[in-house]
């Protein structure tokens, strides 16, 4: 058995992959939160969604058309957010579907303030060598 990493998308689903032991993260989402923590940019009051789904893309307009019509950003960094922005449309993964049983509905805020899914833990599938071996002959 295994726990599931925490993180929440910003389309409200659970990320899928098993957490590292003693995490409460997958190793992915484990270093963009830590990667995070550390505020370097001129542009720390724009706080960007991490590019990971079309809602997530959605949002990440939203914000820096915000910051642009309140003068925060100036013309040419605008465009090449939105560039990058187009980038990442083209990368995301458009076949998944939003599966209800994936949506979180309820979480918690850690210390830090990060949004946590529940806790869940998942049985690993058997080995396809012990299915054969418990397999009846023929």
């Known amino acids: 058995m295994y726990q599931l990493c925490r993180h929440i998308k910003t389309n409200g689903q659970r990320c899928q992959s098993p957490a590292l032991l003693g995490s409460a993260y997958c190793y992915f989402h484990s270093r963009v939160h830590t990667l995070t923590k ?6 720390d009051d724009i706080k960007l969604p991490l590019l990971e789904d079309s809602a997530s893309i959605q949002v990440a307009i939203s914000q820096i058309m915000s910051a ?3 003068s925060r950003l100036d013309a040419r960094h605008t465009g090449l957010l939105l560039y990058a922005l187009q980038i990442a449309s083209q990368n995301i993964d458009r076949a998944s579907s939003c599966d209800d049983s994936e949506i979180v509905h309820s979480m918690t805020v850690n210390g830090e303030g990060d949004e946590l ?9 058997e080995e396809e060598d012990e299915k ?3 397999a009846e002959p023929a």
């Open 117 to 125: 899914a529940p806790e869940k833990e998942i049985c690993e599938p």
């Open 68 to 70: 642009f019509l309140s």
């Open 38 to 43: 550390a505020k370097s940019s001129a542009w």
């Open 132 to 134: 054969l071996t418990t």
